[in-house]
């Protein structure tokens, strides 16, 4: 009786879905899951041969464009995409207001929503080159972002992007300050923080992205629904997972305490969940989570760290985790984010940017989605609810 009939659509067909884990918010050509089977398909090609095969720029063009570059497409858009990379410098002035010690992903929701202040020339969101020179300028300029915040974080000066070299080196090049030439930076190393950029790029309506074309669908400025995509980000429950999981293994500590954790993971009534395990959609091992697994071998090897603490527990983690009755029938395998988080500290980058190179990584995806959204017939996306409130009343008196 607390529910308002009136309230009720007469057309269609009114469901109650918290979390929304049975209902389509939307159509897209963009990416397909089959989460049962293990199978992420970006606009139709499997993600492990977009993984061995081709590079996160390519991926980028393939999932803003609809299909692979072909002909001189591919240098085409590498070239745009340096044009680019840098930074109005008020954009540095912004960023020393923040905290020195201030989080990364907060400084990078904070300076991407500022972004909308920069460009005015090319904000008609209705007109398609508009929309494809703001995914040009995202792509470029968040790694360029995403260093900053490293930077300011540790208090070192920022560094200027450096176009002759690859995304991933370029990167590394501005959050490590190495000297600008290729041959500085491994390129075991650089291949690994491409295919981290490249396996984050898109996995459809996921929090952050849902959250981007929720805001995209008022009509709001590009910058500020990839803030708010950022913001969905954030949370350890989605793109925070790769901070919590490095954070947990710390906490765990020693070997001896995996039993207690697992113990703990297991308890309903403990809060407590094993970060980097588990999925909405996959029932099944992620497939990104596979290749990841592999370039985590590869990078600790090359790196001659296969013995670090850390990393013993986070196999043995793995290897219980797989065996448990428990995480069996429930279907909790490892996820992306349990062995990005490994990879990411064997090639040296601090925790607290895990979720901002997610976030770096996942920009075209949002971008390509809010794009898609506009390029077709679309509605402002409101949500109904279940009113279980105080029935109607009179105010006392
Ligand atoms: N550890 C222990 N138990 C778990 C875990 C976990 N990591 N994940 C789910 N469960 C249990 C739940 O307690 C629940 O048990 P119940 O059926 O007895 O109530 C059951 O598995 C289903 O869990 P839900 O929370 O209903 O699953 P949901 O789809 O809502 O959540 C999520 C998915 C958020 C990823 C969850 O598995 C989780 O919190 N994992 C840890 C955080 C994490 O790794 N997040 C990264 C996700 S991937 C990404 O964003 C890139």
């Known amino acids: 009786d607390v529910i308002d009939i009136s309230q009720v659509p007469k057309t269609g067909c009114w469901t109650y879905d918290p979390g929304f884990g049975s209902t389509a918010a939307c159509e897209s050509k963009i990416t397909y899951i089959d989460g049962e089977k293990g199978i992420l398909l970006h606009r139709g090609y499997p993600i492990e041969q977009l993984a061995e095969k081709s590079n996160y720029l390519e991926t980028c063009y393939l999932l803003l464009h609809g299909e692979l570059p072909v002909g001189t497409e591919k240098e085409n858009f590498q070239k745009i995409i340096n044009q680019h990379t840098m930074v109005n410098r008020s954009i540095e002035q912004f960023m020393s207001g923040f905290r020195y010690d201030a989080h990364p992903m907060a400084m990078l929701c904070g300076v991407v929503g500022a972004m909308s202040s920069f460009y005015h020339d090319s904000m008609d969101i209705n007109d398609p080159e508009h929309r494809l020179i703001t995914a040009h300028r995202l792509i470029a300029k968040m790694p360029t972002l995403a260093a900053m915040c490293h930077k300011h974080f540790i208090g070192q000066p920022y560094m200027y992007p450096d176009n002759s070299l690859s995304y991933s080196e370029n990167f590394l090049h501005m959050m490590f300050g190495t000297p600008c030439e290729p041959s500085n930076i491994n390129p075991v190393v650089a291949k690994a923080m491409d295919l981290l950029f490249l396996l984050h790029a898109d996995h459809e309506q996921n929090a952050s992205t849902s959250t981007v074309r929720l805001a995209g669908s008022s009509g709001a400025n590009p910058f500020s629904c990839i803030a708010a995509g950022i913001a969905a980000l954030w949370g350890p429950a989605h793109g925070g997972a790769n901070q919590a999981v490095l954070e947990m293994l710390e906490q765990i500590g020693d070997e001896k305490h995996i039993d207690g954790f697992i113990k703990r993971a297991k308890d309903k009534d403990d809060p407590f969940r094993l970060m980097g395990f588990g999925h909405r959609v996959y029932k099944n091992f992620d ?27 986070a196999k043995r983690l793995e290897q219980i985790a797989l065996e448990d009755e428990y995480f069996v029938a429930k279907k909790l395998y490892p996820n992306v984010d349990f062995y990005s988080g490994i990879i990411m500290k064997a090639i040296g980058i601090p925790t607290e940017m895990f979720t901002v190179i997610f976030a770096t990584g996942r920009t075209v995806g949002w971008i390509s989605h809010w794009n898609e959204m506009l390029s077709n017939p679309y509605r402002i996306g409101r949500p109904r609810q279940l009113y279980t409130g105080s029935p109607k009343r009179d105010y006392p008196g």
């Open 287 to 313: 497939p990104r989570a596979k290749v990841m697994k592999e370039a985590c071998d590869a990078v600790l090897a090359e790196l001659g760290i296969e013995n670090d603490p850390l990393l013993k527990i």
